[in-house]
């Protein structure tokens, strides 16, 4: 898990992605494992972001699927299996502010972290997974 998400941070900051976060919601959904967290700067920016990601994916085999990604856009969910990625421009993330939701998670449920922490990315050792 730990190489997924250094490879998903590692591209969208390759791609200008700003305030990148990574919340482990392994033990409060059932649809995934982590949420990655990103601000673009236009609709384009989200869209280039988006592309490279479904790039990545298609290489490794990954099945995704993609909601919000067309010219208007000020939001984007790439979802990734165990981890779904969300793309805000910034006036949309302050609005949805998904941070938010898992704020009242224990440190064993939650982790909120900004890169480049990326060798401790949780609380929780999910090493042994496959995602």
């Not at 280039?48 to 490794?60: E, H, I, N, P, S």
């Not at 699927?65 to 067309?70: K, L, S, T």
């Not at 165990?82 to 302050?94: N, Q, T």
């Amino acid at each position: 898990m730990e190489v997924v998400l250094k490879e998903i941070f590692e591209l969208m900051e390759s791609k200008k992605t700003e305030n990148i976060v990574s919340i482990d919601v392994l033990e409060r959904c059932a649809f995934a494992d982590f949420f990655v967290i990103g601000q673009c700067r236009t609709s384009r920016h989200l869209i280039t972001v988006c592309d490279a990601l479904m790039g990545w994916a298609k290489t490794r085999g990954r099945e995704i699927r993609v909601q919000g990604r067309n010219e208007e856009t000020t939001w984007i969910v790439l979802d990734l299996s165990s981890v779904f990625v969300h793309l805000f421009l910034e006036d949309a993330r302050k609005v949805f502010n998904l941070e938010s939701l898992w704020s009242d998670a224990s440190p064993k449920q939650y982790a909120l972290i900004a890169q480049p922490k990326l060798n401790s990315f949780c609380s929780n050792d999910h090493s042994d997974r496959e995602i």
